[in-house]
């Protein structure tokens, strides 16, 4: 099940706020200008499938994005446990960055933690299958896949290059928790 988590950003250790009732979730993000929104993962997928049968299955919800909101390139990251350069992988997402546009990701299958910052706010977000999240460009976050990561998202782009990040070179991604075995799934 997904879940909000709320702390100061002094206060790793005492989130002021936890939930799993979506409405919650989305009002409280609402606030900060993220959307999220739940939708049904309508088509089996598992880490490992090739990106292009993931991208037919939800060929339907993608041209309904793109259209919507202008996207010019979309793809698929999938990474499953036993991927060869997981840590590696998972060290890259998770420094605090930001993004020139706004990142947009379906998850249709397993799970990860985008932890956003905001003023002086942390907000965590458990993201599941069927988990659509919006992060505003230029809005500071990191994402953490896990040890063991289990999860593939469909990701959204405005810029025909995909994903960039620009680092802050902050300590903050470091000092909250990690997503770690055992939290979902």
Known sequence: MSRLRIFEDHAPQ???????????????????GVQLERWQPAHPVQPGDPPEAIMAAYQADI?????????????????????????????????EHYHKEDEVRFFVAGSGLFTLHVGNRVYEILCEAGDLISVPDGMRHWFDMGPRPYFVAIRFFTSPDGWVGHFT????AARFPRYEEGQAR
């Not at 070179?169 to 903050?172: P, Q, W």
């Open 14 to 32: 005492a989130p002021i706020l936890i939930t799993d009732a979506l409405d919650t979730m989305t009002a409280e993000l609402a606030r900060i």
């Open 63 to 95: 041209d309904r994005l793109v259209e919507a909101r202008g996207f010019n390139s979309v793809d698929v990251v999938s990474i499953a446990p036993d991927h060869p350069d997981r840590e590696a992988l998972r060290a890259k997402f998770l420094d």
């Open 169 to 172: 070179g902050t300590d903050i």
